[in-house]
């Protein structure tokens, strides 16, 4: 299971570069009706979707981070051992996916590629296992 644990911290650490900041950023976009600048370098999270009007623009901040919430989530319960955990954060991937082309962030794909293998790798570490080896592991 130590892949999936690395697949998990490198979604909470994506989570926390990325997911997080939506929060601020939206009140930034509807307080001054642009997207703040990135260490003065450029506009955080502008891409194809930043010509969209400001609530619209804010509402996609606001699922981009529920879908990381729950990326956040699945990688808690892949930390765990559990199945449903590798499942889900390679399920949500490409919804993930969807939010780094729109906000043109490029950075989370190479986070979604390792974390893809990783939890391809753990699942296929599960099903190579003994039916009963699998049990004692997802106890407690």
Do not use: C, H
Not at 18 to 35: D, E, H, K, M, R
Not at 74 to 83: M, N
Request: glycine fraction near 8%.
């Amino acid at each position: 299971m130590r892949k999936a644990r690395v697949a998990a911290v490198l979604t909470w650490i994506y989570a926390a570069a990325f997911g997080i900041p939506a929060i601020p950023v939206s009140i930034f976009l509807l307080q001054n009706g642009y997207l703040p600048m990135f260490m003065d370098l450029f506009p955080m999270y502008a891409g194809p979707w930043d010509g969209l009007r400001s609530w619209a623009f804010v509402a996609l901040l606001m699922v981009f981070l529920a879908v990381v919430l729950a990326a956040s989530w699945a990688a808690w319960l892949a930390w765990r051992g559990r199945r449903s955990g590798l499942v889900l954060g390679l399920a949500l991937l490409p919804a993930e996916a969807v939010f780094w082309v729109g906000f043109d962030l490029p950075f989370p794909w190479l986070f979604g590629v390792a974390r893809g293998l990783l939890y391809a790798f753990a699942l296929m570490s599960l099903r190579q296992r003994p039916k009963g080896r699998l049990a004692d592991d997802t106890k407690g």
